[in-house]
């Protein structure tokens, strides 16, 4: 949910490849004022490396396969929750002071947390902690990978673009592995007909007060595409509790009990507004989800 005023509805989710990218570059550690200038370091050799898939200065994907065009609905829908939510659509992170977006533009950013990939380091390893850290020159580095995907891209296929884009060509002739561990397809949903949008908007009316409002999420659920290929002329109503501080798995996490109340109100209301059309054409020849 982009807020905790009206019904939500969720239109896209996107996809995932992930995985651990290692560097080599030495069988041991080795002092740093012997061999700095000599040896390349792992790190640098690492930030090269991601260099060729994300601009280190916007963050934009450099891979052409990892982009799609982004249907003119989905635009609109983003248009309208950037409306709706103002300043919200980054204010519910939790910012360092002085901290700023990737853009001031609000449907761009919801564009980009929603239909455009983006990257991200997850872990590290091969370095020690500061206390721990001396004046030697690692043999290697390895990061965990998350780069989130356009809904309608195939995980496999950018998988193998990530893998192939990280490991051909390798500086200094280092040994580079990217280990590919996680592979998804995002999900886009289906035109909504018009007696869904108007029984969610009529439901967020009743237990909320303004009607529904629709947009993408960032995150992953592979079980929504499976779905939507078991049953391909089913309608879909995707909604949840996670709103602006859930914090969805991070320290406390919690979830509004108030608008659990109305959303289940809102799902009771769209069944039954389901089952009393259940003969019309439009009804009938698509499910609902």
Known sequence: AGNYDQLW???????LAGGTLRVRVL???????????????????????????????SGQIKIDLMHVEIPDERINQAREAASVLGGEVYGK????????????????LVLNRTWRPALAVTGV?????????????RPQTAVKLSLRLPPTLSGEVASRALKETLEKDP???????????????????PATVPWLRAAVNDASATHFGPQ??????????????????????????VTGLLGPKSNA????????IPTG?????????????????RGAPSVADAPVQ
């Not at 509805?9 to 996809?15: A, D, E, N, V, Y």
């Not at 390893?125 to 030697?136: F, I, K, R, S, W």
């Not at 500086?171 to 949903?189: D, L």
């Not at 109340?261 to 059309?277: E, G, M, Q, R």
């Open 9 to 15: 509805l969720t239109t896209s989710l996107r996809g």
């Open 27 to 57: 069988q041991e550690g080795v002092h740093s004022g012997d061999a700095s200038g000599i040896v390349p370091s792992s790190f640098r050799i690492m930030r090269q490396l991601l260099d060729r898939i994300e601009d280190p200065a």
């Open 93 to 108: 992170f939790p910012w360092q002071t002085g901290m700023q977006p990737v853009s001031q533009e609000l449907t761009e």
């Open 125 to 137: 390893d091969g370095m020690p902690t500061l206390l721990d850290a001396g004046n030697v020159l």
């Open 171 to 189: 500086p200094y002739g280092a040994k580079v592995e990217f280990e590919v561990e996680k592979s998804a397809q995002g999900w886009a949903a």
């Open 212 to 237: 529904a409002a629709a947009m993408g999420e960032g995150g992953t659920i592979p079980f929504m595409n499976m779905l939507q290929e078991r049953f391909p002329l089913a309608q879909f109503m």
């Open 249 to 256: 798995h991070g320290p406390n996490e919690f979830l509004h």
């Open 261 to 277: 109340k109305k959303l289940t109100a809102c799902v009771a209301d769209v069944l039954h507004k389901h089952y009393v059309n």
